[in-house]
């Protein structure tokens, strides 16, 4: 796969404060890499170094092999956290005034305006106005004018924050279809199940620094295999007894048990054979969501 992104060795001061330190990172065609962090973590200054709307204080970002200027970030597409529309337009004028923003014909942007409209399942159509929408559509509606002009590269800040699960769904088909097509896709998200539905890759930054990068498999199977899924009937009770148990899920038609190492979690197992009510078992890594836990907390007792 070919390289679209790439961020080298990038670092960020604001004054003392060291917001983006020594980055390092790259997105390839048809690639989606999903970007995670606690608030202040140096996500959207990392978007905005890459918009070029801030300078790095050393390190560059080039976009197909070039450096950031007018012509290669018109190839970019960007919905940023806090949305921006202009109330008094209608859906057709808000979006062809961006597509124009970016060198795009409006002509092209108002043909293609129905299927982007129909894909993400805006209500009403092209001459209601912004401010009669509700905040879900006018949020769609930005989205199209991030993506009406085929950006090769998409930046999607939060894009999920403030969705309903209908169109939670309708955004991962759409992040979907643009991987599909080619197109590069970098998106922040605090919800770990959507990151590893559509993510190929992972960033994690910790106070501006980079602490996991890479596919979500391969991280997940360095922190081992701690959870063990247990299908049957069993007791919680007996089940809490066992050395190292941390927390115990229901997940039909069985439990899902976390321990605190892999070797605990392959105990179990071993004495889960000797159950007549087991009809199945394996062993799990650690999601996203444990992953993100651990390290969270690991960073808050370091720095006590």
């Known amino acids: 796969m070919l390289v679209l992104l790439k961020v080298d060795n990038v670092t960020k001061r604001f004054g003392q404060l060291t917001a983006v330190e020594k980055l390092s990172f790259s997105v390839n065609r048809g690639e989606v890499l999903g970007i995670v962090g606690q608030n202040g973590a140096g996500k959207s200054t990392t978007f905005k170094m890459i918009l070029n709307f801030l300078v790095p204080d050393q390190g560059k970002i080039t976009i197909d092999n070039r450096k950031l200027d007018e012509k290669i970030l018109n190839k970019i597409g960007f919905l940023p956290e806090e949305r921006g529309l202009y109330l008094n337009l209608s859906i057709k004028e808000q979006v ?105 890759k992972i960033l994690m930054l910790v106070d501006g620094k980079k602490r996991l990068y890479g596919p ?46 892999e070797r ?22 650690p999601t996203l969501d444990d992953i993100f836990c651990m390290i969270t907390e690991s960073e808050v007792a370091r720095h006590g």
């Open 96 to 200: 062809l005034y961006f597509a124009r923003l970016h060198a795009y014909s409006g002509r092209k942007a108002e043909r293609e305006l129905p299927f982007w409209m129909n894909a993400l399942a805006v209500k009403g159509n092209e001459e209601t106005l912004i401010k009669d929408l509700s905040k879900g559509n006018q949020q769609k509606v930005q989205l199209i004018a991030a993506l009406i002009h085929h950006p090769q590269l998409v930046i999607l800040d939060e894009p999920f924050s403030g969705l309903d699960p209908v169109n939670i769904s309708l955004l991962i088909e759409i992040v979907k279809k643009l991987k599909q097509d080619g197109t590069a896709v970098i998106f922040s998200s605090h919800n770990m199940k959507n990151v590893s539905e559509v993510s190929d």
């Open 216 to 261: 979500i498999n391969e991280i997940r199977a360095t922190f081992g295999r701690n959870k063990a899924y247990l299908e049957g009937v069993f007791n919680d009770i007996a089940i809490e007894q066992i050395t190292g148990v941390e927390k115990i899920v229901d997940d039909y038609p069985g439990k899902i048990i976390t321990f605190d190492s």
């Open 264 to 285: 605990h979690a392959r105990d179990v197992i071993k004495l889960a054979k000797q159950w007549d009510s087991l009809q199945g078992y394996r062993l799990l890594p």
